[in-house]
């Protein structure tokens, strides 16, 4: 059965002309900033500017708690769910789905509303309250994609055996959590994280209308007043993502083959 | 002319060449299978038959016309998958009628041949149900009836039976030919279970390494074997190795002891090493007396297998299977014990090509 | 043991247990529910916790009703086309026969491309297809052709549905791949053998078989643009007028500030992605009686 390959090959050249040109696009356009010739000097006036780094900075340890407070909530969730009450998973997965529902500006709009400097729990009233909030707005965002992460790699382990083996070991909760659970699982949580990261460090709506200086809000500020910064600031974007995916293949492939030589 | 005719059939894929001339005719009506160990390109062959994989070179013909180069959808062949293979998003009455439904049957039409099939397979009641709501069995069987209600030439089974357990099995065997009977196609089923392949063949075509090594019936392949590999493949037999020592008077050697042996001695000269096969049930510990070989050994294993004792019995360098029957008042020998073995001068079978 | 026993140590487990998740539904109450719930209610208040139905009508003037049909048609058709155009990728990746490398490099570059949205995204939109984008200006160097006289324009309906387009494409590439190795080579097979065309087989199998991850599929890329705000934000600053940036000025205050009236925008665009899930559940269970 001969069949043509041309369609195919027809819409993966359209489909990486469409995905690769803008990149182009954008790499010349940061590259124009000197008139008449090319030059980086789009990326050292981002790099150096200190708005830059503080912003940066701020995300990525936002970035980091989102992923420590998701895993910490998601990776016990999804273990007593498969463990315990499996009656409950539809509900849980339904829970999970729901930010990908629900837009984000909507959540955050009622997080302002609920958590008002004169409500009963004042999550905006001081910047560091915000901060937290801002943490939990982000775990909620990537709640559908560590808890599905969590939940293959769960699927991949005996998790009843490995529990009652290290119970019949005289291994408490914690223990077996901790020392048992989170390390059969790392490579799922490291890929949830990854993705997690990539979603969290340009994210614009929730901490622009939280009012933190983070890295979205100061990307539209520079967007808005530049020229050339803007394009040179997609590039670094488009790095950073392309680091969180290629890390969390990093990681798969080296879990597949852990897996295929156990 | 024969109804399926396959020519010097080969298939490589890349430098592996999967099947090398093949050549069968099978008769109209007949069933044959194809019997091997894994990957000895059972498969492939019959794919080929299908029209799923190109030939490298050869040509297949059914009922007269060259099908070598058609489409699997132009040929009229049925096939029933391993995996069973039926769309689960179609109700059983919808997969028996999706052949015809295809070829723009009418209705009534679609609707009396399913019917019909149902029958067939016996289970007129579950037309209305999705393959997820059947059994295994269930599920082969609504297979074969969507396979045959299309009126194929040729009914193809790629060992549609491997996948359930051993008691529908059995059953889903007879059924399978006693279908295959009634309708008189010509089939051609591929297993690599020789209980399968010879209770149900009419012949059997026995495959090693993309290459037919005998087809006969399941009578020829089980008692003349004709070569090493089919006589190990078929039946649990001894392989021993032997000397030639006397090609016109039929002696051969066993571990130095002598004996005659009737059958597949032409053609060979004195002094030759030839393998020899004898099967365990021709074998006895008891001497009835008369023309019989006899050799000397050592007992070295007994293994007790319920109905039957299985005693190993050592010589030099060969042993020998034997099976007897158990004996509740009788304690079986124990190892070590010098025993002689006694068995018919037909009993043993020399084989063709050099003994390894 | 007494029953009595028995049933306490039963209880005593099954409150054990919910203890186990009660983080998890604690979080979700907190950061889900009651968020959604309060606008919800609000939505239906005045200033003074009155029930009114007053911000629901205020929904229907001219520019609120044309933001969420501006918001609609935009997911709308970044959703379809996403749909079909990342289907025939993920189509070409799985069965198209290409050469091995090309699924995985696929893979990674959707995985990339799916999460690269909001303000960046925009950005590369802009250096690309804007007035002087790299695009732009070759077309009129090398083909002397002016994008922006066909009356395209990036700030604009079909400029945001295309900018959308960069990330709901990988995005249906990602999910039908794993539903296109779902499809079994024995069916295919079978039907072939059955007298079925290759049409045939896709009219009659393979998509029916697909049918609940193509619809739920095209869903979850509405829902995706209906949602997003920052690419459109920063694309168009306030000069589209959509419902995410709409409501976005009404929370920052931007504009006329009326807070019931932002609830009744929230309640709006909740009601339109909730529905659109009501209608995948019911088309699902009316297509999907084959399905477990
Ligand atoms: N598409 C393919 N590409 C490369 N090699 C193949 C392909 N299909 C089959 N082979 C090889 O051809 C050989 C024969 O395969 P085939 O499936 O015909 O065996 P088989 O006799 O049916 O075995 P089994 O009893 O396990 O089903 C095997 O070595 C297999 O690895
Ligand atoms: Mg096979």
Known sequence: MKRSKLGPWLAIVIGAIYFLVPLIGTF???LRMRRGEYSF??????????????????STCLALATILVGALLVVPTAYWIRLRLPGLRPVVEFITLLPLVIPAIVLVFGYLRIYNSSSWLPLTASDRATDLLLTFSYVTLALPYMYRAVDTGLRAIDVRTLTEAAE???????????????????????????LTFAIVIGEFTMASLLDRPAFGPYLQLIGANRAYEPSALAIIAFIVTWACMGLIQVFGRGARMAAETR | MAFLEIKDLRKAFGPLSVVQNFELAVEGGEFVSFLGPSGCGKTTTLRMVAGFEQPSAGTIRINGRDVTGLRPNQRNVGMVF??????????????????????????????????????????PTLAGRYPYQLSGGQQQRVALARALAIKPQVLLLDEPLSALDAKIRVALREEIRSVQRKLGITTIYVTHDQEEALSMSDRIVVMNEGRVEQIGTPFEIYNYPRTRFVASFVGTLNILRARVTDAGQRRIAIDGQEIVARRGLDGTASGELRAVALRPEAVSLSDPGGERNRLQGTIEDVSFLGSVVRIRVRFKENAISLDTFNNPGLAPPEPGREVTVTFAYDDVLVLEGEAS | MTALSIARSRLGQVSWSWLGVAPFFVFALMFLILPTGFLMVGAFQDAGGNFTLANIAHLFQPSILSAYWISIEVSAVSAIA?????????????????????????????????????????????????????????LVKYFDFNLYSTGFNLLSFSGLALTYLYFQIPLMVLIMTPALDGLKRDWREAASILGASSWQYWRHVALPVLWPSLLGTTLLLFANAFGAVATAYALTGSSLNIVTILLYAQIRGDVLHDENLGYALALGMILITGLSNLAYIWLRTRSEKWLR
């Open chain 2, 82 to 123: 391993q995996s069973y293979a039926l769309f689960p998003n179609m109700t059983v009455a919808e997969n028996v009628g999706f052949g015809l439904k295809v070829a723009r049957r009418p209705a009534a039409e679609i609707g009396a041949r399913v019917e019909e099939m149902l029958r067939l397979i016996k289970l």
């Open chain 1, 168 to 194: 019949s070991l005289g291994a408490g909760w914690p223990t077996i959590l901790f020392r048992v659970i989170f390390p059969n699982v790392r490579v799922a949580v490291l890929s949830g994280a990854f």
């Open chain 3, 82 to 138: 996403g749909a079909v155009i990342g289907f025939f990728l993920a189509y070409a990746g799985v069965l198209g026969g290409l050469p091995r490398w090309i699924r995985p490099t696929l893979m990674t570059f959707s995985g990339v491309a799916s999460n690269f949205a909001g303000v960046p995204l925009a950005f590369a939109f802009l250096a690309t297809l804007g007035r002087v984008g790299l695009v732009t200006a070759l």
């Open chain 1, 28 to 30: 010349e356009f940061s």
């Open chain 1, 41 to 58: 000097d789009a990326y050292r006036i981002v790099l150096g500017d200190p708005q830059f780094q503080a912003t940066f900075a701020y």
